[in-house]
């Protein structure tokens, strides 16, 4: 099992950047795909981005697509979710997860295995 943990988020002005790190711990982190997911008050958990366990592989939600970007570094058990342009919509509690690469749908929270704990991103104007 991977344990994950995310740090990083704050407050940010509307235009700013933050960039947030997800830690895991466990031999096995580099064999699974990676996802950022982010929850807002009274709405659900949605996709923003994914990566293949190669790192090769990509996916972010359209509202996201030019300003974040999702990067891997398997030697340091480190993920990172770098996100430019921030808007107050952006605003939202952030979390990481990790998948079984063989699952294809990437977007669905159910089809993901350990979950950190969260890490708040509040962009005010």
């Known amino acids: 099992q991977v344990q994950l943990v995310e740090s990083g988020g704050g407050l940010v002005l509307a235009g700013g950047s933050l960039r947030l790190s997800c830690a895991a711990s466990?031999?096995?982190?580099?064999?699974?795909?990676m996802g950022w997911f982010r929850q807002a008050p009274g709405k659900e958990r949605e996709f923003v981005a994914q990566?293949?366990?190669?790192?090769?592989?990509?996916n972010y939600e359209d509202s996201v697509k030019g300003r974040f970007t999702i990067s891997r570094d398997d030697a340091k058990n480190l993920a990172y979710l770098q996100m430019n342009n921030l808007k107050i919509e952006d605003t939202a509690v952030y979390y990481c997860?990790?998948?079984?690469?063989?699952?294809?749908?990437?977007?669905?929270?159910?089809?993901?295995?350990?979950w950190g704990q969260g890490t708040q991103v509040t962009v005010s104007s």
């Open positions: 997860a990790v998948r079984p690469e063989y699952i294809r749908n990437f977007v669905d929270p159910r089809f993901y295995l350990s």
């Open positions: 466990g031999r096995t982190f580099s064999s699974y795909a």
């Open positions: 990566i293949s366990a190669s790192g090769g592989i990509t």
